[in-house]
Nanobody, 124 residues
């Protein structure tokens, strides 16, 4: 089992920045990919970014490329999502997820473990 705990959400004005953190506990050696997803009210959960735990290859949704950066600190078993130039349409609950399989990174179904979510609200 892997437990994920997110932090760092909040309220920010458009153009501002936030950094989300996701700390992993438990069988972290089994993690192959860590990802961030977001879900706005009334909408489906959507891929934001992902990083391979070993090697550090990163992946981004087109909507956040150039604005968001995913990174990891293996010693702390923590993944970060630095969000810059935030827009009102980035408002959502952001979820951290972990996958133990060598598979695609953009589909929620391939992730085995999920955090509780953290609210990000961007005001115009």
């Amino acid at each position: 089992q892997v437990q994920l705990v997110e932090s760092g959400g909040g309220l920010v004005q458009a153009g501002g920045s936030l950094r989300l953190s996701c700390a992993a506990n438990g069988r972290t050696f089994s993690i192959y990919t860590m990802g961030w997803f977001r879900q706005a009210p009334g909408k489906e959960r959507r891929f934001v970014a992902a990083i391979r735990w070993s090697g550090g290859t990163t992946y981004y949704a087109d909507s956040v490329k150039g604005r968001f950066t995913i990174s990891r600190d293996n010693a702390k078993n923590t993944v970060y999502l630095q969000m810059n130039s935030l827009k009102p349409e980035d408002t959502a609950v952001y979820y951290c997820a972990a996958s133990v399989a060598r598979s695609t990174v953009t589909t929620p179904e391939v992730y085995n473990y999920w955090g509780q979510g953290t609210q990000v609200t961007v005001s115009s």
